[in-house]
Each structure stands twice: as structure tokens, then as C-alpha cells.
């Protein structure tokens, strides 16, 4: 086999219709080889020093080598623990830049870099048997006229869903393309996605991911992917087509598909650890290939590893190199794979520059002026585990945010907590007073009541406690508190009552989403009525309790939920891109210009300072005023929507509201009530009319004249 001295840029393997280039990092390394291993994995390793170095990059071009080819690479170098030194040739390494990674670990003392009988000696067992192999991949792909949908954040509703749990159980998806890309690119879940009304796909985890040791010993699988190898590779796991580079090829064929339908990607990304856990975890790929460049070590025993995020490590974004492969690897996915945004997992770890979080971190300055990165859609999960880790509201104006506050204040309100009201209006009117102060817009709220993290919404108001029993810990694991109204009964039940009221919680939790000013998220399945069965940390069920089941699902729910997204993106007066002021606008619509949101107590009074606190906090009518929202068009402005009268009721009782007066509107009519899971329109109603709202349950009424 020729070889060539090849180039240290791009890192990676990288076809170019004639060989492969291989690249890679390391500054620690005596030398370095690359291994290539034939198809079947028979056991036929060759390998191939590299003499070429460059700037610490070790590199070879190899003539003939393409698409396919699977290979690792071993380094040479010292082996020290103490000194944070972690080089041992036993153990076959992954390539951190492979784009493309067959297989899974199989668990074996191999697999770690430490003799288990005198852990301060270096194993000298090959770990290559037991681990997966780097696959060079075909980099071009026919996307056509594929376009980034680019949908304005304030346009955009996002929808969280798990690429295997979506389409696993779908009757009709093939059963060979079920639970995979293929499967979601299918026309059948490309319809359903469009009809539901959402703008963006946020899929979970998609970078090649491990199943931990422990877990694989309890006979569980990291279901949700929070454990990545590979930030380059899309899992193989979930490919229909194949898993030496296909995987690559049937991811982009998705992204196309959802994109041909006016759907954004949005990937779940895992920068802040990796797989390879604390100084007893196994040696995979960066521990072996320069430990203390990709690493936080701890400064007082470089053998341990600084844990922000509970999983056993932190990556070092205050190395260079390792700031290279984030922003690589966003690059990467942006230009390559045509993916139009990213939501950061604990994204306040990639701001610990020292300890503390730091807003000014070279982290958010490198993604800030990246001409790629900074266009995309930036998500972040704004807190971990660390000191001082919660920090909703405190991200850089390029970012937007999970509301936390959003999720546990709407919660709140619905399950009847007293002295709520007035966060709960902040939250409704997009948390001005978590993101106004820094330039940002009501948008820069991705609002949630569910996730992925927690119970689904059936499970959210039909359980008090957690039965997370399944996952091998005694129920220990998970949020234990449960912060909703569990309708009066624990778990299932064939009390009609019961059910009933469970469904209107639904439905309440789903209108104050859609109804809120900022971005709305949808855990998927939520709109069908999923349940986890009480479990609330499900990360290791990759079985029917996870997977939706389409055949049982909520019709009448769904049916509800579609109409919300339509009524949302029909009124822009709901998805805004500006705050609300209180001030007067110009009126199209009565004699005298109206603020643009005002607040009322149920009998009809404006709501003053001394309101706010009171315990009939529980209920409240928030008027929005359409006569603010205005479009540009060739002849100028133009008003483009209606106003709009919202009446909240969290009491276990109904309650009688009083319709503002005439200055208002003279007629409203009925357009959404959540007591009924049916169409709401038809009764009209004057000014100074009184409108009964049932207990725990919404009304939306909107001006006719």
C-alpha cells in the first residue's frame, strides 16, 4: 500500500475521490498509528505509523483508501495518571473527528486502560475486539435544491422527539424503516409533522452515543443518547440502510425530506462530557488520545476529572484544540449535514472557563463571530450541576434559552398554587424581565411544559409520584417532586370524572403554551396523550414504554392540539416579535386607541399593584390587542390581526368574568375553551356580558366588533 504525507488539515479521514487523508490531534503522542481493519472485523488489523507531524497533527494520505474503510488509531506515549497522562497503544481509539462509527462497545476489562487488580498499572490487553471502528464515509450527497427553511424564531414551533421512539411503533411506516432516519423522512411522518404545525424537528441525540457498562449490565440501554462518542457521527443505530458510512447518506436524506416540507432539523447536542465518565471509566478515544487537552482535570490530583455535568468528566473548553472540535463539529453538521440549529445540553458547562459561569466565556466569543455557527438556531439548556448553574436568562443575546421559570411557573398556576399570578403573566407575555434587559425579544423564550427530562404530559397530571422502578435503582432516580395536580386519583383509573378532568389539564397546559408569547415546544407524543407509566427518567427504556403508541393515541387531544398550532399561526398577536408595553396603540377597530395588553380581575376591574398578590390570583382575563400587529407590504404598513380577550381560571370551581365595556369591542365570541375538547365556537358575547368559565379551564374570546 502507497503512502503519502498527506496534509494535517482537515482533521479527520477525508475522501477525496482518489484516498483518504488522515488527520489527527495529539500533542502528548511519541508516535502514533493508524489501524485498518477489513469489513467483517476477522481480526485482520493493519498497521501504519505516521511520520508526518505538523503542528502536533499527525497525518498520512493513503491512495486507493475510500468509503467503507473502518480503521482506529493507537498512541504512543507516556502513561501517567498522576500527570493527567493517559497513553496506552493497548487501546484501540477512535478518531474524534470520524464522521461515521460502526458498532457499539462491548463491554470487556479490555475497554479500560487500567490493570482492575492495581489500578495504577496500565492494561496491556487489546482492546481493539471490543471496540467500534472509525468508518471513512463518502462525503458528497445529491441535496438538489434543498434550502434551509430558515423559519423567524417567532414564527417557529418546535417539537422535541426521539428518532426511535417517534416512528418505532408506527403502523404505517415499514417495519424496516421504523425507528430510524429513513422513518422519519417517510411521507406518512413528513404529513403528520406538517398537520401537527410544527417548524422544527429538536431530535434528541443523534452523535454516536454509548450504552454504559452498568446499564448494559442490568440488561438497559442509554435510550436517550446523553453519553456521546463521536460529535461528527450520526448514531448507527438508528439507520436503516447500513453502517459503514449509509447511516451518513440516510441522515441527510431526512434532513431534505423534512426540509422539502418547510421543516427545520434541530439537534440535541452533548458538548459538555463524553462517554469515557471519570478516572474508572473505559478508554475509548480522547482519554487515549491526549487526555489533558480534551479534559478538565482536577488541579489538585490530575487523575481526576472536574464533573459539572453528573456524568463523570467536563469537556475543557478552555483548550484550544478542544474549542476547535465543538465548533468543527457545528460546522460540520451546518454545512454538511444541513441541520438549522442546535439545542446545547447543559449548556452552561461550556461557560465554565475557570469555575464560575462566565457570559464572557471564549466559548460564547468563538461561536459569537463564527460566521457559520452564530446563523443558525442556538438553544441553550441553561443550567447543570455545578455551582451557580442555573442561569435562565443570563445567556448572550445570540442565544436563546429553555425557560425553566416558564415550565414550573405555568405548573404552578394550573395545579392551584396561590401567589403565582403575577410571574405567571410574566412567563405568558414572554419573561421580559428574564431577557428585556439584555436586547432580547420575547422569542428568545423557548417555552415548555414537558420534556423529554421528567414525566410526559398524561403522566404530568395523572401521577403525584414517580414509578421509575424499571431502571435498576430502587425508584431513586428521577425528580421526585411532581409539580402539578394529579386530578384527585394516583395512576390509571376508569373514573370518568377523573379521566375527564385529567384531559382538561392537558388541554390547559397545551392552550397556555400555544397562547404565550415566545417559542413553544411540544414534548413529542404529548399531543396524543403518552404515557411512561409514572416513569419520569426513562433515558434507559428503549422498549413500548417509551415508544408512542399511534395505535391507542388521544384522537380528540390530537385533534385539539392541531387546532391550537392553526389558531397560532393564524394570529400573530400570540407569537410576537416584540414585548408587550401597555401603551396605546393605533386602533383600527374602536374610538379610541386600546393598550396593547391589559389585565382585569374576573369582575371585570383593571388589575392594580394590590391584585396581584391576592389568592384570586387563581383567576384572571388578559386582553391582547391585534390593533399593535402591523406588516409591511408594498404600500406600507398594514394592521393584520384581531384582539383577542383570554380568561384563566386554576380554581377547583367555576367562576362567573365580566366582559370589559364598549371601549373594548361591542361583541366577542368564543373561539377556544379547554373545558371542552371540542370546537368552541358560536356563543357571543356583548360588553359587560358575564361569562361562566368552568373550574380549571380556559376561555378565548375574540372581538367581532
Known amino acids: 500500500m502507497q503512502i503519502w504525507p498527506g496534509e494535517r488539515y482537515p482533521l479527520g479521514a477525508t475522501y477525496d475521490g482518489s484516498g483518504t487523508n488522515f488527520a489527527i490531534f495529539s500533542e502528548v503522542a511519541e508516535s502514533v498509528e493508524l489501524c485498518l481493519f477489513d469489513e467483517w472485523d476477522l481480526g485482520t488489523e493493519r498497521r501504519i505509523r505516521l511520520t508526518e507531524v505538523d503542528a502536533y497533527v499527525w497525518h498520512a494520505y493513503l491512495p486507493g483508501v475510500g468509503p467503507g474503510q473502518r480503521y482506529g488509531y493507537r498512541v504512543h506515549g507516556p502513561y501517567d495518571p498522576a500527570r493527567g497522562l493517559r497513553c496506552n497503544p493497548a487501546k484501540l481509539l477512535l478518531d474524534p473527528y470520524a464522521k461515521a462509527i460502526d458498532g457499539d462497545v462491548q463491554w470487556d476489562r479490555a475497554v479500560y486502560d487500567y490493570d482492575f487488580d492495581d489500578p495504577g498499572t496500565p492494561s496491556r490487553t487489546d482492546s481493539a475486539p471490543h471496540l467500534p471502528k472509525s468508518v471513512v464515509v463518502n462525503p458528497y450527497f445529491d441535496w438538489g435544491n434543498d434550502r434551509p427553511p430558515r423559519v423567524p424564531y417567532h414564527h417557529s414551533v418546535i417539537y422535541e422527539a426521539h428518532v426511535k421512539g417517534l416512528t418505532r411503533r408506527h403502523p404505517g411506516i415499514p417495519e424496516e424503516l421504523r425507528g430510524t432516519y429513513a422513518g422519519i423522512a417517510h411521507p406518512v411522518m413528513i404529513e403528520y409533522l406538517a398537520g401537527l404545525g410544527v417548524t422544527a424537528l429538536e431530535l434528541m441525540p443523534v452523535h454516536q452515543f454509548v450504552h454504559d457498562h452498568r446499564l448494559a449490565d442490568l440488561g438497559l440501554r442509554n435510550y436517550w443518547g446523553y453519553n456521546t462518542i463521536g460529535f461528527f457521527a450520526p448514531y448507527h443505530g438508528y439507520a436503516a440502510m447500513g453502517r459503514l458510512g449509509q447511516q451518513v447518506q440516510e441522515f441527510r436524506a431526512m434532513v431534505k425530506a423534512l426540509h422539502s416540507a418547510g421543516i ?416 368552541a365556537g358560536g356563543r357571543v358575547f356583548g360588553a359587560g356580558a358575564v361569562v361562566t368559565v368552568p373550574d380549571r379551564s380556559l376561555l378565548v374570546l375574540e372581538r367581532m366588533v
Open 264 to 679: 427545520e432539523v434541530i439537534l440535541d447536542v452533548v458538548y459538555n462530557h463524553t462517554a469515557e465518565g471519570n478516572h474508572l471509566g473505559p478508554t475509548l478515544a480522547f482519554k487515549g488520545v491526549d487526555n489533558a487537552t480534551y479534559y478538565r482535570l482536577a488541579e489538585e490530583d490530575r487523575r481526576h476529572y472536574v464533573d459539572y455535568t453528573g456524568t463523570g468528566n467536563s469537556l475543557n473548553v478552555r483548550s484550544p484544540h478542544s474549542l476547535q472540535l465543538i465548533m468543527d463539529s457545528l460546522r460540520y453538521w451546518v454545512q454538511e449535514m444541513h441541520v438549522d440549529g442546535f439545542r446545547f445540553d447543559l449548556a452552561a458547562t461550556l461557560a465554565r472557563e475557570f469555575y464560575a459561569v462566565d457570559r464572557l466565556s471564549t466559548f460564547f466569543e468563538v461561536v459569537q463571530q463564527d460566521p457559520v455557527v452564530s446563523q443558525v438556531k442556538l438553544i441553550a439548556e441553561p443550567w447543570d450541576v455545578g455551582p451557580g448553574g442555573y442561569q435562565v436568562g443570563n445567556f448572550p443575546p445570540v442565544w436563546t434559552e429553555w425557560n425553566g421559570k416558564y415550565r414550573d411557573t405555568v405548573r404552578d398556576f394550573w395545579r392551584g398554587e396561590p401567589a403565582t399570578l403575577a410571574e405567571f403573566a410574566s412567563r405568558i407575555c414572554g419573561s421580559a424581565d428574564l431577557y428585556q434587559d439584555d436586547g432580547r425579544r420575547p422569542f428568545h423564550s423557548i417555552n415548555f411544559v414537558t420534556c423529554h427530562d421528567g414525566f410526559t404530559l398524561a403522566d404530568l397530571v395523572s401521577y403525584n409520584d414517580k414509578h421509575n422502578e424499571a431502571n435498576g435503582e430502587s425508584n431513586r432516580d428521577g425528580e421526585s417532586h411532581n409539580r402539578t395536580w394529579n386530578c384527585g386519583v394516583e395512576g390509571p383509573t376508569e373514573d370518568a370524572a377523573v379521566l375527564a378532568l385529567r384531559s382538561r389539564q392537558q388541554r390547559n397546559f397545551l392552550a397556555t403554551l400555544m397562547l404565550s408569547q415566545g417559542v413553544p415546544m411540544i414534548g413529542h407524543g404529548d399531543e396524543l396523550g403518552r404515557t411512561q407509566q409514572g416513569n419520569n427518567n426513562a433515558y434507559c427504556q428503549d422498549s413500548e414504554l417509551t415508544w408512542i403508541d399511534w395505535e391507542d393515541a388521544d384522537s380528540q387531544l390530537l385533534d385539539f392540539t392541531r387546532a391550537l398550532t392553526a389558531f397560532r399561526a393564524r394570529h400573530q398577536v400570540f407569537h410576537r416579535r416584540r414585548y408587550f408595553t401597555g401603551r396605546p396603540v393605533e386602533s383600527r377597530s374602536v374610538d379610541a386607541p386600546l393598550p396593547d395588553l391589559a389585565w382585569y380581575t374576573p369582575d371585570g376591574r383593571e388589575m392594580t399593584d394590590d391584585d396581584w398578590g391576592n389568592d384570586f390570583g387563581r383567576a384572571v382575563a388578559l386582553f391582547v390587542n391585534g390593533d399593535g400587529i402591523k406588516e409591511r407590504g408594498a404600500y406600507g404598513q398594514r394592521h393584520v390581526d384581531d384582539s383577542f380577550l383570554i380568561l384563566f381560571n386554576a380554581h377547583d370551581a367555576a367562576l362567573d368574568f365580566t366582559v370589559p365595556g364598549d371601549e373594548f369591542g361591542k361583541k366577542w365570541q368564543q373561539v377556544i375553551s379547554t373545558a371542552d375538547p371540542g370546537p
